[in-house]
């Protein structure tokens, strides 16, 4: 995820409460995310005070100065959560990559035990067994994906909500023109990653396909063919978990290009 730099932060801020008298609003920097609040949240939170910035807000009669303060707050409390929202996105997807990594250890480490295998009869159940282990291994870390984005699906469509009751500001065609281009970059990074891993997923099922056409046929060598097949599964469940992943973000992006 993109960090936003504390300058267009306070930019942003600055527009959002652009009719505010005074307001007040807390910075924090966690694990080199920014966050806003309008309580103090940690012991390095530096108050920002929004001054009067409409020349025309000190003639306003005290009855609509009220409402204008409320309205106001409302804006900076959408801001806040926004920027609350855009970190959980972040820790989920720093979730996801956590158990990409970790389903691929697992599959590397049990396909270099299948490949260790002795081609015999033993040596070939072991493989197949192996290969419905890195199956498992798959199928197990997807759920745990899945979940993931689950949150992700729900935080966007919260963030959603917020930025479409909040109101609009003068640069707000600039803006969605910056973000589309942002966007259509992002999906241009996501589509490579897909044809990447297709390309690996096509390559080791060939390298499989010719150990299985370069044999003689036997006992052993039909219970290993049947490994091999069973570990064509396993790497096609792998790569469909990866892939998937990617599909999902991409998905995501056109929807909110299609929102600009």
Do not use: W
Not at 123 to 144: D, F, N, W
Request: glycine share 2%; proline share 2%; net charge neutral.
């Amino acid at each position: 995820m993109t960090l936003i730099p504390l300058k267009l932060n306070l930019l942003i801020i600055s527009l959002l409460v652009c009719q505010t008298a005074h307001s007040t609003v807390y910075h924090c920097e966690k694990n080199g995310i920014a966050e806003f609040s309008q309580q103090p949240c940690g012991k390095d939170a530096k108050l920002i005070t929004i001054k009067e910035q409409n020349p025309h807000l000190s003639s306003a009669s005290e009855n609509t100065a009220q409402p204008s303060a409320d309205k106001d707050t409302a804006e900076v409390d959408r801001y806040i959560r926004s920027k609350q929202i855009d970190a959980q996105i972040a820790e989920h997807n720093n979730k996801i990559d956590t158990f990409k990594l970790k389903m691929d250890r697992e599959i590397v480490a049990l396909s270099e035990q299948s490949d260790a295998q002795l081609r015999n009869l033993v040596g070939a159940k072991k493989q197949a067994a192996i290969a419905k282990q890195m199956t498992a291994v798959s199928e197990r870390y997807g759920v745990l994906i899945d979940s993931e984005q689950r949150s992700i699906d729900r935080l966007t469509a919260e963030k959603y909500t917020l930025t479409s009751s909040a109101n609009t500001v003068a640069n707000n065609e600039v803006a969605s023109f910056i973000r589309s281009k942002q966007i259509m970059r992002k999906i241009s990074e996501h589509e490579n990653k897909i044809d990447t891993y297709q390309s690996e997923l096509n390559m080791q099922i060939s390298e499989l396909e010719q150990q299985l056409n370069s044999r003689p046929r036997n006992l052993a060598d039909a219970n290993s063919d049947s490994a091999l097949a069973d570990k064509m599964t396993a790497l096609t469940s792998r790569f469909n978990t990866l892939i998937a992943i990617e599909q999902k973000q991409i998905d995501r992006l056109n929807s909110e290009l299609t929102r600009l």
